[in-house]
């Protein structure tokens, strides 16, 4: 080769790799965000007489018919007022405005499916396998009216002691980006952005849930929401109850009677008790222990369900006599609310019952079962149990449950056997 | 000429009744009148009453210091008529013809006789020590071991025992207006009654009835037992306080029960739907004593349960 060929070889040699270099500079998020987000989208809810938006959210495009995947609180409000809202589906440039409609909810993982007449159909791709914990994910959404951005953070695994699957996501989510995808380095969703705590600590739900949904709303999608809704609430306390009904009842000591522990995994327990050292009165000594699962299952605005609560409370005096001990005893007793609250159009005023029960342990109790339905999905019912002790004069135990978002034969099985747990 | 009896009144003794029998009655505090007043403020020879003419006596004033008055108008001369009152100085009398009409007889076992006949101090000292001992017995009950703060006991204990007096205090105001004597020592006992019978009665329904869980009848006891209280407490007043008639009070009590019931009954059927949080049980907790029956066992617990349920879902349906 000239000496000329040779230095223009060699200019073309550094010009490749020139270019090589600054390549390997492009931050992987802004490659990720380039490839993905002409198929994410800005999900508004818009109030129809009011013509503003009630909500936003994000979603994106996952299939035939123009689907899109969000988060089903983005859209719960278009559920139950459906003369009311609209969904409004568009991007940031704002020139195309599609409407939704919904085809299915999953209200248990926060999932839910729209039709659109988009026409695009190059879909986003579901990751079949999940990330390891440290690799970096790339989360895209719409941020309050921010316009379309990408938030890198790392994969931390799934958060134990859920009540349902959730992704730890180190990055800063905020609520606009909900129903956003979260990638992994080679542009596969791994997870729908759900909900955040602040200090980077936010969460997903994992892929494979939204694998399940896009498998039912294709095979059966249902005519149904609310009939679908009331199902996945059926389904989910049956899943937990039997998990609990299934798991570990041994008991720990609490004051002079006992308490459960950590009956299964998504249960979190702490106890506490009054600091007698401190204590500049005559009150009774109470102790108690408290169990519960870590979040609700958002069904509206105002309205959540799926909690599940125990709690076990031993109080006893030395000091006042029957009739004082008994007042404040009742006091206490009286005095019990529900995990979860709602509206009045989503739930029916309570039913309760009340009566002396010697249970099994052959302590005199009296004990209180109350129940509330729900108004649009049937069969559904919040639970609210109590039994207090009345054997001694001074010293009492009371026992305690409510359940929400539960079905009547899992309420029964699980009353008896709440019963018969030997806090006595 | 027609004698006339004359009841006389000196200010710090008993009224008592003169026939005087001369047809010129002198009238003063020198003792050699025929009527002597032993009042400071009538003259020595302060009035002459001329009783020759039948069923209209004339009235003379002998110039005295402080004048004489028939009712409220001064009279130096003028005809008196038989029930007419003068006033000497400090000292009242009335001037009757012998066939004055007067009134029958009271009934001892009238109803009004017998409520103002108790009225005495002892009665009262004693009814306010009972109702100062129940207060004391509630707060000792609802002691929970919590800082006693004094100033709490004797706002308490001073407003359960001023409450019925400024309560009768009231009725004893009406009755002075309407009838000249305010009967006060009678309205407090009546009063201090009224509120020691429901504070008595309450807490032995509420343990007669603890075995029977279900708030709701009790409930209506009670409110069925204040209601009556409340009507009868309010007869009973009209009667000391007021002059109306049987049928009038009968009537008024009638009318502010009935007005009462209904509002109860309006409040809780407009409020039977209302949305509430929270659950509404029966949560009373008595002493193990008081506890005489046996609970049942957890299976017939259990088979009570579907019925909560029913119940839950009439409750969602749309009326």
Redesign the interface.
């Known amino acids: 080769m000239t000496l000329s060929a040779y230095c223009r070889h060699f200019a073309v040699i550094l010009l490749l790799a020139s270019q090589n270099l600054s390549a390997a500079e492009i931050d992987p998020a802004r490659i990720t965000f380039d490839n993905t987000r002409d198929r994410i989208y800005q999900i508004r809810v818009m109030d129809i007489s009011a013509n503003t938006r009630s909500s936003t959210g994000s979603g994106f495009l996952i299939g035939d018919n123009g689907s899109i995947a969000t988060n089903y609180h983005v859209i719960a409000s278009a559920i139950s007022s459906p003369d009311k809202y609209r969904i409004e589906i568009l991007q940031e440039d704002e020139v195309m405005r599609y409407i939704g409609t919904i085809v299915h909810v999953d209200v248990v993982h926060d999932l839910a499916i729209l039709s659109t007449e988009i026409k695009a159909t190059d879909f986003l791709t579901l990751a079949t396998q999940a990330p390891a914990k440290g690799d970096r994910v790339y989360s895209i959404g719409y941020p309050y009216d921010l316009g379309v951005t990408v938030v890198p953070g790392t994969y931390n695994g799934l958060i134990p002691h859920s009540a349902s699957p959730r992704v730890h996501f180190t990055g800063s989510l905020n609520p606009g980006m909900s129903g956003g995808p979260a990638f992994n380095g080679d542009n596969e969703v791994i997870g729908v952005n759900v909900a955040t705590s602040g200090n980077q600590v936010s969460f997903l739900v994992p892929v494979h849930n939204l694998h399940d949904l896009v498998a039912e709303a294709t095979t059966s999608p249902p005519k149904d929401l609310n009939r679908a809704i009331a199902e996945q609430l059926a389904a989910n306390s049956e899943r937990m109850i039997t998990e609990m009904l299934e798991g570990n009842w041994e008991t720990v000591t609490l004051g002079g009677a006992n308490a459960l522990n950590e009956v299964t995994g998504f249960l979190r327990c702490w106890g506490n008790s009054r600091d007698e050292d401190k204590a500049t009165d005559d009150r009774p000594f109470w102790a108690q222990r408290m169990c519960q699962t870590d979040h609700n299952i958002f069904v509206n605005r105002g309205f959540n369900t799926g909690k599940i609560e125990l709690q076990f409370y031993w109080i006893e005096s030395a000091t006042l006599n029957g009739a004082q001990f008994y007042n404040y005893y009742e006091s206490i007793f009286s005095g019990y609310r529900p995990g979860n609250s709602g509206r009045e159009q989503d739930l029916g005023n309570w039913a309760c019952q009340e009566g002396f029960v010697d249970n099994d342990a052959s302590v005199n109790t009296k004990s209180v079962f109350c129940a509330r339905a729900y108004k649009e999905f049937e069969g559904i019912y919040d639970i609210l149990f109590l039994q207090g002790s009345m054997d001694d004069k001074t010293e009492a135990h009371m026992i305690h449950f409510t359940l929400a978002g539960t079905t009547q034969d899992l309420a029964m099985r699980f009353t008896r056997r709440f019963m018969e747990a030997g806090a006595w | 000429m027609v004698a006339p009896v004359i009841r006389v009144t000196t200010e710090g003794t008993t009224s008592r009744l003169i026939h005087p029998t001369a047809s010129r009655v002198r009238i003063g505090r020198a003792l050699d009148n025929d009527i002597v007043l032993d009042d400071p403020y009538v003259d020595p020879y302060h009035a002459i009453l001329d009783t020759r003419e039948p069923g209209s006596w004339q009235f003379t004033d002998l110039k005295s210091r402080n004048g004489s008055r028939e009712g409220r108008r001064p009279i130096e001369n003028g005809t008196l008529k038989s029930g007419a009152l003068l006033t000497l100085g400090k000292s009242q009398l009335q001037v009757f013809s012998r066939d004055h009409h007067t009134a029958p007889a009271l009934s001892l076992y009238d109803l009004e006789h017998r409520l103002i006949s108790h009225d005495g101090i002892r009665l009262m000292v004693g009814l306010l020590c009972v109702l100062a001992a129940m207060s004391a017995l509630s707060l000792?009950?609802?002691?929970?071991?919590?800082?006693i703060r004094l100033e709490n006991i004797i706002a308490i204990v001073a407003g359960a025992l001023f409450a019925p007096v400024i309560v009768a205090g009231f009725w004893a105001l009406i009755a002075k207006l309407t009838r000249g004597h305010s009967r006060f020592r009678a309205l407090v006992n009546v009063t201090l009654v009224a509120l020691i019978v429901p504070l008595f009665i309450e807490p032995l329904l509420y343990t007669l009835y603890f075995?029977l869980?279900?708030a709701s009848s009790l409930n209506l006891l009670v409110t069925g037992l204040n209601i009556s209280v409340g009507g009868a407490y309010l007869y009973i007043v009209l009667t000391i306080a007021t002059e109306l008639s049987p049928r009038i009070r009968q009537f008024s009590t009638a009318t502010v029960m009935v007005a009462a019931v209904v509002m109860l009954v309006i409040t809780q059927w407009s409020s039977r739907?209302e949305?509430?949080?929270?659950?509404?049980?029966?949560?009373?907790?008595?002493?193990?004593?008081l506890?005489v029956?046996?609970?049942?066992?957890?299976d017939?617990?259990?088979r009570?349960?579907?019925?909560?349920?029913e119940?839950?879902?009439?409750?969602?349906k749309e009326p």
């Open positions: 000792f009950t609802r002691y929970d071991g919590s800082e075995n869980p279900g739907d949305f509430a949080q929270n659950p509404a049980y029966d949560g009373r907790l008595m002493h193990p004593t506890l029956r046996s609970g049942m066992s957890n017939e617990f259990m009570s349960l579907p019925s909560v349920f119940h839950a879902d009439v409750l969602i």
